[in-house]
């Protein structure tokens, strides 16, 4: 096992020496990130609602109590961007909301005192919030009228209060959801892990390539340790070029990769194993390097889609979902998405144990035909 070390550090070397596909490597998921996550970015914000300017007409026909009241109402409603016009013409207003020039139309009367709404169906939304902000508008000014009635010493503290919106906004689900570049920061980086196989096939192609395999075969070191040396030295080669787009990610483009860096990068690396693992099973099972290569391009972009790498896979359809439990991306992806925004730790396991097993399984392939193998 002591050449184990000198092969490693040889492999290192050469992938080292190779700039510009480690550049390549490095800036081509970047670009896709800064790409995708701008283009993209409206299919992480679909259940923000906007109010574009909801129109309400109104006629104060009340005293100047209810009038001074319903004013700092109308302040606090415009936050919202619902906008109140006023007019002096209860019909027009009656007759506005039917042509739906308006959502709705407010009639403030002082005797008896009543506010009175009119909807149109047209904008049932927008009306619906009119109706709930108005309730809530008077059940304030009931209140206070009542304190002034039976408590006027302590309508002062009441009134003190009077800047209080009438709303307020909290999310029933407070758990932090991705944006479009964190969700792309994980998934093309783990996307671009799996091209790295082509690294593992191109270590085992480069001894033939340089007519060196003969003169390796024929030294003192073991086959299993040139094996186990070649795929050391691709496997750190890769992670190396993972965490340069992980720290580009979160120290530049300030994704979110939650509290647990240790273990994220523990799954990087469980994936990086694999890719090279697939990479080198090809370089010796496939003699081609045209159709070896053709595989790997065909392979990975299925397993990808699968993985949810291009769009979140709950956007695609239930058959789509169920067939995805085939592809290791898709554990790697959900692994690391739950271990960020709910810091779940139980797919961990199970995606390091996936990638790991599949690993062992493709090396032991390598391993066997590469005995066979007298000389390169």
Known sequence: MKNIGPVFIKELKHHLREKKANIMMILFPIALIVI?????????????????????????????????????????????????????????GIEMVKQADYSCYVLLKDNPRVIRLYKNNRYNFEAN?????????????????????ENPAALADVMDETDKEFYYIK???GKRKPT?????????????????????????????????????LCSPVKKHEILIGKVMGCIMITILQSL??????????????????????AIIASEAILTVSFGTCIGFTIKNEGLSVGIINTVIPIIVMLGGGYVPLDTMGEFVQKLSVVSPIKWTNQAIFRLIYNSD???????????????????????????KEAVW
């Open 129 to 149: 919030l009119v109706e709930t902000l108005l309730n809530a508008f008077v059940e304030r000014y009931n209140a206070i009228s009542e304190i002034a009635r």
């Open 244 to 265: 340069m787009v992980f720290l580009f990610s979160k120290l530049i483009l300030n994704a979110y990769w939650g509290d647990n860096i240790g273990v994220i990068i």
């Open 345 to 371: 730790f139980s797919y961990v396991p199970v995606s390091i144990a996936v990638n790991l097993i599949i690993s062992a399984l493709l090396i032991t392939v390598s391993s066997i035909v590469y005995r």
């Open 36 to 92: 995708l996550g701008a283009a993209l970015s409206s299919m992480f914000n679909t259940t923000k609602i906007e109010l574009d300017g909801v129109k309400v007409l109104y006629t104060n026909m009340g005293g100047s109590q209810l009038e001074q009241a319903f004013t700092g109402f109308i302040e606090q409603a415009g936050k919202m961007g619902v906008m109140f016009e006023e007019t002096d013409d209860s019909n027009l």
């Open 180 to 216: 479009s570049t964190d969700y792309y920061s994980v998934a093309i980086l783990t996307m671009v892990l799996m091209y790295s196989s082509i690294a593992g096939m191109s270590s085992i192609r480069m001894e033939k390539s340089l007519k060196t395999g003969n003169r390796i």
């Open 171 to 173: 999310s029933l689900d």
